[in-house]
């Protein structure tokens, strides 16, 4: 049971829950009113509740500035939010742990004191052949043996990323993550196995979505470098 939660400003909350009290830390849950059901279904449970993370204005962090500006664009003081941790780990508390969990993750962009972080992601249909892959997030190898005609060799069955899971790899998902040396960009990984370039850039694509891969751009290209100040 791990409910996702509305973020909401103080003490416009009293708008849109029944007899709800102020909670910062997401403990605790409030009955939505009937507007506020068709207004906010996305923070809404199957029985009519939320759970509540109270955010006044004096919280000095910059969390209600934001949420007070996203109600002056939409006329909602609130934002659907969750713990900042993926299964089987501990809550994120220091720069180290949200740079590790959002790269070996799905997230899509981390702000982080003052920055705005995002990934060098493979899109469908997207010119990915420039990257550079590397396997930073990868911490075990685990192998099978099979036979074949010329005998039994070895391939990758599977590997663990840093936050604990593993993933079962194809064998041109394998055989990619062999050549990816942070060095070879994925056009020339594309060349070295003699497969579609496309064929190959979906498989990085499906290796960063298990976060199991990251990517670097070649340095003629760092110019364009999605790290940036806000």
Known sequence: FRPYAAAILWPEAVEYFAAVTFDPFMLTVAVLDARARETIPAV??????????????AQSDGFSDLLREFYNRTGVPMVLNT?????????????NDAIRCFLASNIETLYLDGFRVTKHCVKDGADASHLIPTTLLLRTWRTTRQRDRDGWSERIAAVEARTGHWVDLDDLESAAVCYADGARTVHEIAKLLDHPLADV?????????????????????????VVGRD
């Not at 713990?83 to 720069?95: A, D, H, L, M, Q």
């Open 83 to 95: 713990s900042f941790n993926v299964r089987g780990e501990p809550i994120v508390e220091t720069p």
């Open 201 to 225: 850039i979906a498989a990085f694509g499906r290796l960063q979505r298990s976060g199991l891969m990251a990517f670097e751009v070649e340095p003629d290209r760092a110019e364009h470098d």
């Open 44 to 57: 809404c449970h199957v029985d009519g509740t939320c759970r509540i993370q109270s955010v006044g204005d």
